[in-house]
């Protein structure tokens, strides 16, 4: 899948003159965008992106789930594409030939259960589910947090990463409590507590400037862990969510931290930030969802990250998923965590 950018843009020509009310989500426009993507092999772009192969195909494949036509990419080539990434240690690389990384094993692990392909997982590799969490439990730090590879970043977004996809193999401690623990949930969980900063917000690393996508990773972190509630409780949720109310502008989109310019994709970030606290409220959703919509190419498909940019795949599944989370019509419910 192409994450080249183009060739439509937000707005479009036939948006002009329209008002937001007045436009719609063009579901087949849209579906038609990301069944093209794989066809422009002889792009440049094609090329220089290859490092984000497998994730252009989690963000095609959830922005087509999300509109309801999960059957819309071939699932033996997904797969096939797939496999074709996975290590002998139980890691994925982002493409053929590339070396296993966390955030490319969650991707996989994301892709393989909205395609319902475990069995294919087990079939190509005995004890695939376990080899593919064992690599990733290998990347936990001493300090509880995990880094991206063998060679040590570490990063908040990694660790969201590991629990995430332990939860979906099914293999968290406490969805297995009489087997020996994996990883170390309450150092990954303390860690993520040590990056929350005065404003309310989380950082990359304990003292690191806060973030809206960092505020997701850590958010959904101890979402899955099972400790938002008992940490933030009620104080700390009205602090987060004031910190994360603020990023909306004018325009009605969202920014990742001040100062910064709106960007579709924050539409994901901020507010599935603020679902899993129970602030979507403090959010002017009418004012979102026509910053979105103003975004969206009605000619050909996609999203851009803001309007008169061109359309990429990136910023067209975070845009489907903030216009899932306003509870748009026509739209499958996202899961914010």
Not at 31 to 44: C, F, G, K, N, P
Not at 62 to 85: I, M, Q
Not at 311 to 322: E, I, L, N, S, Y
């Amino acid at each position: 899948m192409s994450l080249a950018a183009g060739p439509g843009r937000g707005g479009g020509g036939s948006a002009q003159g329209q008002l937001p009310d007045e436009m719609k989500v063009v579901v087949e426009k849209h579906v038609a965008y990301i069944q093209s993507l794989d066809t422009r092999r002889e792009e440049l772009e094609y090329h220089l992106t290859e490092h984000l192969r497998i994730s252009g195909i989690y963000w095609g494949l959830t922005a087509l789930h999300l509109l309801g036509h999960p059957d819309a990419l071939p699932r033996d080539g997904v797969l096939e594409f797939l496999f074709s990434c996975l290590h002998e240690n139980g890691g994925f690389g982002a493409a053929p030939g590339h070396d296993p990384h966390m955030l490319y094993t969650v991707s996989s692990v994301q892709i393989l259960a909205m395609v319902d392909g475990f069995d294919e997982l087990e079939k190509r590799m005995a004890g695939g589910k376990m080899k593919v969490a064992q690599y990733i439990a290998g990347l936990q730090q001493p300090n509880g947090t995990f880094a991206g590879d063998e060679w040590g970043e570490t990063d908040t977004r990694f660790l969201y990463c590991a629990l995430n996809a332990l939860s979906l193999l099914g293999l968290l401690p406490s969805q297995q409590p009489d087997e020996p623990p994996l990883i170390d949930v309450p150092a990954a969980t303390a860690y993520v507590k040590a990056c929350q900063n005065f404003d309310g917000g989380f950082g990359t690393e304990p003292g690191a400037e806060s973030h809206s996508g960092q505020v997701f990773t850590c958010c959904g972190a101890l979402t899955i862990a099972g400790e938002l509630d008992s940490y933030l409780g009620e104080e700390g949720k009205d602090r987060l969510g004031a910190w994360l109310s603020e990023r909306q502008l004018p325009s009605g989109g969202l920014n990742g931290r001040p100062e910064k310019l709106v960007d579709v994709c924050y539409s994901w970030w901020v507010m599935s930030s603020m679902a899993m606290i129970g602030r979507l409220h403090w959010i002017d959703k009418a004012k979102l969802t026509a910053f979105i919509l103003q975004c969206q190419d009605p000619e050909e498909g996609g999203f851009a990250d803001r309007p008169g940019d061109m359309v990429d795949v990136f910023h067209t599944v975070f845009g489907f998923a903030g216009l899932s989370l306003l509870g748009h019509p026509g739209l499958v419910e996202v899961d914010s965590a």
